[in-house]
């Protein structure tokens, strides 16, 4: 084992927010992610996001699209500690820090350091309106290394169950998404249950 800094361990990029007001920015297939799309998850898990920018949105944010499955996202400010893993490509906005797992730290270990340093984090954090920790703070993090047959050991234990939140986490969204489809319907009569009358009966 030996100690290093998250920002040696793996590669730590912040965003930007293109302008909103240029239309052309926005409502593209691209994710970008902040802070409440973060907030607004059940499991450590980012699926889709509220907003989406464009090619040419794109372009404005200097860390791009990063990558599905090995991007572990962390609210950087308001309030710090909000994590989840990417399960889409996406972009950020400058509230997030993004860890991406280049190097052969794994995103179950990376998002289990994070818990377990966040106090450590917190304490690193400046700001007078509200808590935020700068990418260049937050890459000094202490991040204590294990050895590679100590972290892949660890990795295939809680990889699949990270993997398996992830593929719960999706059903359970397009679950929820057909109940919100179907529900209006059976209640107005438009669609009846599999048996049953125009009246409701058998």
Known sequence: WRVSTIGEAASVVGGSTPSTKVREFW?????????KDLSLTSAPVLLDTARRVTEAG?????????????????????????????????????????IVCDRYLKPSFVLNWARQSMGEIESRAGGTTFAEISKSKFREVPCLIPTREVHDAFD???????RLI???????????EFRDALLPKLVSGEMLPLGADSNGGP
Do not use: W
């Open 156 to 162: 295939d234990a809680a990889g699949p169950c990270y």
């Open 27 to 35: 409502d593209g297939p691209h994710a970008f992610a902040t802070p």
């Open 58 to 98: 794109l372009a404005k944010i200097g860390s791009g699209l990063l990558p599905k499955g090995m991007t572990v996202l962390m609210s950087s400010r308001a309030p710090i500690g909000y994590l989840a893993v990417a399960q889409l490509p996406v972009a950020v906005n400058q509230g997030i820090a993004a």
């Open 166 to 176: 992830a593929a719960n986490t999706a059903e359970a969204r397009t679950l929820a």
